[in-house]
Structure formats: C-alpha cells, structure tokens
C-alpha cells in the first residue's frame, strides 16, 4: 500500500512559487509529524519543514534556510500536508520528500530518521 504521494513540483524562475502537495494513507496521516525533506545532487538531505498532527501555536519546524519563505499546512480531513514555497532561490532545486515519525528530532537531524517516504517531487528553481 502506497502511503505518502507527492505532487506539485516542477520548474520555476527565481522568484516564484510552487505548492508541494502530500497525500497520507489514513494511518500514516496519524503520525505524530509529518512534513518534508530535500536532497539535492551531491548534497545531504536536509529536513526542511514539519508539523504536529495538531497544528496550534509553536507546532511548526523549519529549516532556517527556508524560514519566512516556506510554510508548512495540514488538512486533517483530507490527509494532505502542503508546502507552499515562496521566493524561491536557485539552491531551493532538489528532490523534495513528504515524511513522516514520531519526532520532530528527524526534522532537526538529531540521529533518527523516518521510516516512511514518498516518491519524491523535484522543483528546479532557475536564475
């Protein structure tokens, strides 16, 4: 059973905006956090935004690099989580993830990883 399918990459200029969608299986969806990861070519992967199964104040994990341009979202009731992606800038371009675990610590690069992954999407941001 295919549990995490993104959607919603593609190519943009420098500048633009993309919105990544992820789509859960019913018992993935109930993990604790779900959100996204990145790795481009020859680079480690980077944990770039999470969110707590209950978005309230605080409940949100961003990488500093995309801090104030990226924003995580949840639909409880449909099982998706999105990000949407604003300014984008040329080291945006990766393979992005949708994820999911039990803590946050994944997120951070704390020593555990999730176990379940999508697919993959790729965004390419031009200069």
């Known amino acids: 059973q295919v549990q995490l399918v993104e959607s919603g990459g593609g190519s943009v200029q420098a500048g633009g905006s993309l919105r990544l969608s992820c789509a859960a299986s019913?018992?993935?969806?109930?993990?604790?956090?779900m959100g996204w990861f990145r790795q481009a070519p020859g680079k480690e992967r980077e944990g770039v935004a999470a969110i707590y199964r209950y978005p309230s104040g605080g409940s949100t994990y961003y990488a500093d690099s995309v801090k104030g341009r990226f924003t995580i979202s949840r639909d409880n009731v449909k099982n998706m989580v999105y990000l949407q992606m604003n300014s984008l800038k040329p080291e945006d371009t990766a393979m992005y993830y949708c994820?999911?675990?039990?803590?946050?610590?994944?997120?951070?690069?704390?020593?555990?990883?999730?176990?379940?992954w999508g697919q993959g999407t790729q965004v390419t941001v031009s200069s």
């Open positions: 019913e018992n993935t969806f109930r993990t604790a956090f």
């Open positions: 994820a999911a675990h039990y803590s946050v610590a994944a997120w951070q690069g704390a020593g555990t990883s999730p176990n379940t």
